[in-house]
C-alpha cells in the first residue's frame, strides 16, 4: 500500500540541527495517515519520538524531545518531516519514520507495534 523512505540524517555536532523527511510512495491516502517518528539506539528498545495525525490534526511529543523536535507533514508532497534543534549526544540513534491509518480519526499511539508501515531509517549522530 505504502513505503516510506527517511532521509536528512548524518553528523551534526551537539547544540546544531538537522531536518529529516520521510517520503511515501505507492498507492495511499496519505493524508489520512498518522505519522511518527521512532527512534532507536544500538542495543536500546524503539522509542516514541513524535506522532501527527489526519484528523483533527494534533501532534505528539515524546518527553525527551519536547520543545526541541517539531514534526510537521505536506500531505500534497506525501512527505512528513522532522525538525530537529537543539540536539544532543542521547539524540544519537537510528530514525525511523512510520504510518498507520488510525480505526478511528485522529488516532495515534506511541507503541512502535500499532504502526503497519516503516521505512528502514535514517541514522542521527550527535558529537559532544
Known amino acids: 500500500q505504502v513505503q516510506l523512505v527517511e532521509s536528512g540524517g548524518g553528523l551534526v555536532q551537539a547544540g546544531g540541527s538537522l531536518r529529516l523527511s520521510c517520503a511515501a510512495s505507492g498507492r495511499t491516502t496519505f493524508n489520512t495517515y498518522t505519522m511518527g517518528w521512532f527512534r532507536q539506539a544500538l542495543g536500546k528498545e524503539r522509542e516514541f519520538v513524535a506522532a501527527?495525525?489526519?484528523?483533527?490534526?494534533?501532534?505528539y511529543y515524546g518527553d525527551s524531545v519536547k520543545g526541541r523536535f517539531t514534526i510537521s507533514r505536506d500531505n500534497a508532497k506525501n512527505t512528513v518531516y522532522l525538525q530537529m534543534n537543539s540536539l544532543k549526544p542521547e539524540d544519537t540513534a537510528l530514525y525511523y519514520c512510520?504510518?498507520?491509518?488510525?480505526?478511528?480519526?485522529?488516532?495515534?499511539?506511541?507503541?512502535?507495534?500499532?504502526?503497519?508501515?516503516w521505512g528502514r531509517g535514517t541514522q542521527v549522530t550527535v558529537s559532544s
Open positions: 501527527i495525525t489526519w484528523a483533527p490534526g494534533r501532534i
Open positions: 512510520a504510518g498507520n491509518r488510525p480505526p478511528v480519526g485522529g488516532g495515534y499511539s506511541t507503541l512502535p507495534e500499532w504502526y503497519d508501515y
